[in-house]
DNA sequence: GATTAGGGTTTG
C-alpha cells in the first residue's frame, strides 16, 4: 500500500533516518531519497485520467510552519495507480508525505479544483490562503500614489476575526466589486502577512475575488471580472451562513439617505446618478447629481462656466431643483473626471455642511463636498445598471417623471419605458424646449416646485412653478377689470355707463349757477341746448398764466352735459372734469362719476378713502405749467385714486395637483394696460387672443401650453375661517404670443 | 520590478 493515512504528528511514526526538509531545499539535483515534506492540502484537484489512460491526481500543498521560504506552496502531481490510491483519500486539509515530489508548474487543468478555505482565526503569515468573509469595512478602489488602484477591505467571519486587507491591482476591475458593509468576499491566493502585530492580507500573484451581495435570501451571482472561476454548490451554502451570520453580528445599517433625508452636518453614502460635471480648479471637481428626490434644504449652485459643464444642458435645467452640486477634492479629482454623464454613483462618506451668504446672515444653504483623502471609506464608485439598488432608484426616477409627464404631456409607453434610456433622452429634451407662453420678471434664478408641495407647504411663501392653465375666471373678460383702492384694498365693479349718464342727467336738471363763472383761473360758456327744455351747458376752461391753452393741452370742467357731449369734448380737450355748481362755488360731482376724464380713461376716486377738497386746489396745479397728471390732480382735489386692474382666478395644474391662483395686473401681465381694455375693442381683441393662447378651448389638459409663473401663497381670514390663496405676479406673457 | 497602503472624516 503505498499510501497510508496517519492521524496525529507524523514523525514518530515515520523511519528514522527520513528528515524533514522545507521548500526552499527542493531544488532540482539535489537528493531527496532520505528527505520528506510536510504541508497542508490546501488544494485538490478531482481524480482524472490523461489522455493516454494514466491515471492522474494533483493537490497543492502549504508548508505548515513557513519562516523563511519565498515560496510557500507546492503543486504536487500523482500519476498512475499512486495517483488513484491518493486521490482515494487525500482531501483538504490533512498532512500528505508524498512519495513523489516536483517543483514544476503543472499545465492548466481541464477540471475544476477544490478550493480550501482558512478561517480567520487560523491565519499565519507568509501563507498564501483562500478565504471568505463579510465586509466589515471597504474603501472603494482608489487611485494610490503608485502605479495601482489601491482596496482597503477588512473582513470578518464566524469566528469574530478580522482581518484586513490591502489589495492593489493596475486594472480597477480585477479589485473586488464591493458596494456596501455586509457584502460576502470569497478571495483566492491572498498572501497573508505581519504587519503592527497584526495579520494583514495583500494581493499577490494570482489574486482573485468574488462578490456577493450580502442580503440573506439574495441571489447568489458573483461579481467579478474572471472569465473562468469555480463556483459550488457548498460554496453557496458558506455564502448563505455567512449572509446569517452577519446579518446579526455585523453592523450593515450604513449611513445611506436620499436627498429628501439630507441633514446639515452629515456623513452619508449617496446612490444617485451623474447628470453633469465640470472641472472647478486643479482640486476640485463638480459632479451634478439627483436620486430623484427633492433636498429639504436649499443647496448651493456651483457657479462655472457653461462651456465647461459637461452633460445634457435641457435636462440639468429640468432636473434643477431635484439636482444637487457636490464638490470633490483632491485625490478625487481624477477619478471623478473619468466619470461618464448617466451613471449610475455611490458616492461614500459624502458630507453635508451648513453655510450662509456673507450679506444673507438668515439665508442658509446646503453644500455638499467630497472631501480629499480616503478616511472612512470616502470615495466614489460606479455601480452597474444591474445593481439592485440601481434598479430601485430608476423605477423610482421614472415614477417621478411619470407623474409629471402623465398628466401634462402625451407620451407613447414606449417613450414612458425608457426615459432614462437614451433614446428617451432626445425626446425629453424635445419636451424640455417647449416654451413657455409666460415668462418671469424676476426671480429666473429660483427652481420649480410642484404644485401638491405648495399645496402641502406652510403659508405665506413663493414660488416658481410650471404649469398648465386648465380654467380661468370670468369667461367675459371685460368683468375681469375692476377698481382696487390702494389705500383700503377695496375692490369694486367699475360704474357702467348708464349709471354715469343718470348721475350727468341729474346735475344737468339744475341750471348753472352765473355767479361762479369766470374766474382768475378759468374761462366759463355757456350753451343752451335744442328742444331739451332749461338744460344748459356749462364749460369752464382752466387757464394757464391768465391764457387759454390748445385743446389738446386744455382741462376743461363741464357742467350739465349729458354723457354723449362728455364723450365728444373727452376727444378734444386733455382732461375734463364733470362739476355742478353751488352757490359758492363748483365742485366735483358724486364719486360714483368718474372725477376725471382723459381720452379714453376715467379715473375714480374711493369714496371710503376720498376726503374732497374744494375745486379751487386746481388753480395751483394751472399756474405751473400744467401736465395735468391724473395723481396730481387727484391730490390737489383730495381724492384717493382707484387704479384698474385685471382680477381673475387661474386654475393652475402641472400634473402633481391643482391650485387656484388669482391674476392681480395692472398692466404688466398682458402687457395691456386695465385701465383702457373697457373703452378699447382692439385691447379687448388682444386680450381675448392671449387667453386663446394660454388656455385654448376645447382642448385637453395634455395638449395645453405651459405657464412658467411665479406665486405666492397667503392667508385670507373670511370670518371665522382661515383661507389660503395664491397670487400670480412678476409673471408676464411671453413676447411671441403678443 | 518595486511601489502603492497599512481603515477611523475636511476645514475647500
Same mark, same amino acid.
Not at 472641472?279 to 456651483?302: A, N, Q
Not at 444637487?324 to 462618506?349: E, M, P, Q, T
Not at 352735459?561 to 352757490?583: A, D, N, Q, W, Y
Given at each position: 500500500m503505498p499510501v497510508q493515512v496517519i492521524d496525529g504528528t507524523p514523525g514518530n511514526l515515520l523511519p528514522s533516518y527520513l528528515q524533514k526538509v522545507d521548500l526552499k531545499y527542493l531544488q532540482i539535483g539535489c537528493d531527496q531519497a532520505s528527505k520528506y515534506f510536510q504541508g497542508t492540502v490546501i488544494l485538490s484537484y478531482p481524480l482524472t485520467k490523461l489522455v493516454n489512460g494514466t491515471e492522474f491526481f494533483k493537490i497543492v500543498l502549504q508548508e505548515s510552519e513557513n519562516s523563511c521560504s519565498k515560496t510557500s506552496t507546492i503543486n504536487v502531481l500523482f500519476f498512475g495507480r499512486l495517483a488513484g490510491d491518493c486521490g482515494k483519500v487525500v482531501h483538504q486539509g490533512i498532512y500528505a508525505k508524498p512519495s513523489i515530489v516536483t517543483a514544476s508548474e503543472?499545465?492548466?487543468?481541464?477540471?475544476?479544483?477544490? !478550493?480550501?478555505?482558512?478561517?480567520?482565526?487560523?491565519? /499565519?503569515?507568509?501563507?498564501?490562503?483562500?478565504?471568505?468573509?463579510?465586509?466589515?469595512? &471597504?474603501?472603494?478602489?482608489?487611485?494610490?500614489?503608485?502605479?495601482?488602484?489601491?482596496?482597503?477591505?477588512?473582513?470578518?467571519? *464566524?469566528?469574530?476575526?478580522?482581518?484586513?486587507?490591502?489589495? &492593489?491591482?493596475?486594472?480597477?476591475?480585477?479589485?473586488?466589486?464591493?458596494?456596501?458593509?455586509?457584502?460576502?468576499?470569497?478571495?483566492? $491566493?491572498?498572501?497573508?502577512?505581519?504587519y503592527n502585530k497584526q495579520m494583514q492580507g495583500i494581493t499577490g500573484i494570482g489574486f482573485a475575488s468574488l462578490t456577493f451581495d450580502g442580503t440573506v435570501g439574495a441571489p447568489i451571482v458573483p461579481r467579478t471580472s474572471s472569465k473562468s472561476y469555480s463556483f459550488t454548490e457548498e460554496e453557496q451554502k458558506t455564502i448563505e451562513e455567512l449572509r446569517m451570520w452577519a446579518a446579526s453580528n455585523?453592523?450593515?445599517?450604513?449611513?445611506?439617505?436620499?436627498?429628501?433625508?439630507?441633514?446639515?452636518?452629515?456623513?452619508?453614502?449617496?446612490? #444617485?446618478?451623474?447628470?453633469?460635471?465640470?472641472?472647478?480648479?486643479?482640486?476640485?471637481?463638480?459632479?451634478?447629481?439627483?436620486?430623484?428626490?427633492? #433636498?429639504?434644504?436649499?443647496?448651493? /449652485?456651483? @457657479?462655472?462656466?457653461?462651456?465647461? @459643464?459637461?452633460?445634457?444642458?435641457?435636462? +440639468?435645467?429640468?432636473? =434643477?431643483?431635484?439636482?444637487?452640486?457636490?464638490?470633490?477634492?483632491?485625490?478625487?479629482?481624477?477619478?471623478?473626471?473619468?466619470?461618464?454623464?448617466?451613471?449610475?454613483? $455611490?458616492?461614500?462618506?459624502?458630507?453635508?455642511?451648513?453655510?450662509?451668504?456673507?450679506?444673507?446672515?438668515?439665508?442658509?444653504?446646503?453644500?455638499?463636498?467630497?472631501?480629499?483623502?480616503? #478616511?472612512?471609506?470616502?470615495?466614489? =464608485?460606479?455601480?452597474?445598471?444591474?445593481?439592485?439598488?440601481?434598479?430601485?432608484?430608476?423605477?423610482?426616477?421614472?415614477?417621478?417623471n411619470l407623474t409629471e409627464f402623465q398628466s401634462v404631456e402625451s407620451m407613447s409607453s414606449m417613450e414612458l419605458d425608457g426615459i432614462f434610456g437614451n433614446l428617451s433622452y432626445q425626446s425629453y429634451s424635445q419636451r424640455c424646449q417647449q416654451l413657455s407662453?409666460?415668462?418671469?420678471?424676476?426671480?429666473?434664478?429660483?427652481?420649480?416646485?410642484?404644485?401638491?408641495?405648495?399645496?402641502?407647504?406652510?403659508?405665506?411663501?413663493? !414660488?416658481?412653478?410650471?404649469?398648465?392653465?386648465?380654467? &380661468?375666471?370670468?369667461?367675459?373678460?371685460?368683468?375681469?377689470?375692476?377698481?382696487?383702492?390702494?389705500?383700503?384694498?377695496?375692490?369694486?365693479?367699475?360704474?357702467?355707463?348708464?349709471?354715469?349718464?343718470? +348721475?350727468? $342727467?341729474? #346735475?344737468?336738471?339744475?341750471?348753472?349757477n352765473p355767479e361762479v363763472h369766470n374766474s382768475l383761473w378759468y374761462d366759463s360758456a355757456v350753451w343752451d341746448t335744442e328742444n331739451q327744455g332749461q338744460r344748459k351747458i356749462a364749460v369752464h376752461f382752466v387757464k394757464h398764466d391768465?391764457?387759454?391753452?390748445?385743446?389738446?393741452?386744455?382741462?376743461?370742467?363741464?357742467?350739465?352735459?349729458?354723457?354723449?357731449?362728455?364723450?365728444?369734448?373727452? =376727444?378734444?380737450?386733455?382732461?375734463?372734469?364733470?362739476?355742478?355748481?353751488?352757490?359758492?362755488?363748483?365742485? @366735483?360731482?358724486?364719486?360714483?362719476?368718474?372725477?376725471?376724464?382723459?381720452?379714453?380713461?376715467?379715473?375714480?376716486?374711493?369714496?371710503?378713502?376720498?376726503?374732497?377738497?374744494?375745486? *379751487?386746489?386746481?388753480?395751483?396745479?394751472?399756474?405751473?405749467?400744467?401736465?395735468?397728471?391724473?395723481?396730481e390732480i387727484a391730490q390737489v382735489l383730495g381724492i384717493e385714486p382707484l387704479q384698474y386692474v385685471f382680477v381673475m382666478k387661474f386654475t393652475l395644474d402641472d400634473g402633481t395637483g391643482a391650485l387656484d391662483a388669482y391674476l392681480f395686473d395692472y398692466e404688466k401681465f398682458f402687457q395691456i394696460p386695465a385701465s383702457e381694455v373697457l373703452t378699447s375693442s382692439l385691447l379687448q381683441e388682444k386680450m381675448e387672443m392671449i387667453m386663446n393662447i394660454l388656455c385654448p378651448p376645447g382642448t385637453k389638459l395634455d395638449d395645453l401650453p405651459w405657464l412658467e409663473c411665479f406665486i405666492k401663497s397667503y392667508n385670507v381670514k373670511d370670518g371665522m375661517e382661515q383661507q389660503v390663496c395664491y397670487q400670480i405676479y412678476d409673471t408676464m406673457v411671453a413676447e411671441d404670443v403678443i
Open positions: 503543472t499545465a492548466s487543468m481541464p477540471v475544476a479544483p477544490k !478550493y480550501t478555505y482558512t478561517p480567520l482565526n487560523h491565519l /499565519k503569515g507568509g501563507t498564501i490562503v483562500n478565504l471568505y468573509g463579510a465586509v466589515k469595512f &471597504f474603501k472603494p478602489p482608489y487611485i494610490s500614489k503608485g502605479t495601482d488602484y489601491c482596496s482597503v477591505v477588512t473582513i470578518v467571519d *464566524q469566528s469574530n476575526v478580522k482581518l484586513t486587507c490591502t489589495l &492593489f491591482n493596475g486594472n480597477l476591475d480585477a479589485l473586488p466589486k464591493i458596494y456596501k458593509i455586509g457584502d460576502i468576499v470569497r478571495f483566492h $491566493r491572498i498572501k497573508i502577512r505581519e455585523l453592523s450593515v445599517c450604513g449611513p445611506t439617505a436620499k436627498l429628501s433625508g439630507v441633514q446639515p452636518m452629515l456623513f452619508f453614502d449617496l446612490t #444617485c446618478q451623474l447628470v453633469g460635471k465640470a472641472e472647478v480648479d486643479g482640486s476640485s471637481f463638480l459632479l451634478k447629481v439627483w436620486d430623484g428626490t427633492k #433636498c429639504p434644504y436649499p443647496s448651493w /449652485k456651483v @457657479l462655472v462656466e457653461e462651456s465647461d @459643464l459637461e452633460g445634457d444642458k435641457v435636462l +440639468i435645467r429640468r432636473l =434643477r431643483n431635484l439636482i444637487v452640486d457636490i464638490l470633490v477634492y483632491d485625490n478625487h479629482v481624477k477619478l471623478a473626471k473619468s466619470l461618464k454623464v448617466g451613471s449610475f454613483l $455611490r458616492i461614500y462618506s459624502l458630507h453635508t455642511k451648513q453655510a450662509s451668504a456673507e450679506n444673507q446672515p438668515n439665508v442658509s444653504y446646503v453644500e455638499f463636498h467630497l472631501h480629499g483623502g480616503t #478616511c472612512y471609506g470616502r470615495g466614489i =464608485r460606479v455601480l452597474p445598471e444591474n445593481n439592485p439598488d440601481v434598479k430601485e432608484l430608476k423605477a423610482f426616477m421614472d415614477s417621478v407662453v409666460t415668462v418671469l420678471t424676476d426671480h429666473q434664478h429660483l427652481d420649480d416646485t410642484a404644485l401638491n408641495t405648495i399645496l402641502n407647504s406652510s403659508v405665506p411663501q413663493q !414660488y416658481r412653478i410650471r404649469a398648465k392653465l386648465r380654467t &380661468f375666471k370670468p369667461e367675459k373678460l371685460c368683468q375681469s377689470v375692476k377698481l382696487y383702492c390702494s389705500k383700503c384694498n377695496s375692490l369694486q365693479e367699475v360704474p357702467n355707463d348708464d349709471d354715469f349718464d343718470l +348721475i350727468l $342727467r341729474d #346735475c344737468a336738471a339744475a341750471a348753472p391768465e391764457l387759454l391753452q390748445e385743446p389738446e393741452d386744455t382741462l376743461i370742467m363741464v357742467q350739465g352735459g349729458t354723457l354723449k357731449e362728455i364723450r365728444k369734448l373727452s =376727444r378734444r380737450f386733455k382732461c375734463i372734469i364733470p362739476v355742478r355748481s353751488t352757490e359758492e362755488d363748483l365742485e @366735483l360731482l358724486d364719486l360714483s362719476a368718474p372725477f376725471l376724464l382723459q381720452g379714453k380713461i376715467w379715473h375714480y376716486g374711493c369714496k371710503q378713502c376720498s376726503n374732497q377738497k374744494t375745486i *379751487q386746489n386746481l388753480s395751483s396745479l394751472a399756474e405751473e405749467e400744467p401736465s395735468w397728471e391724473p395723481t
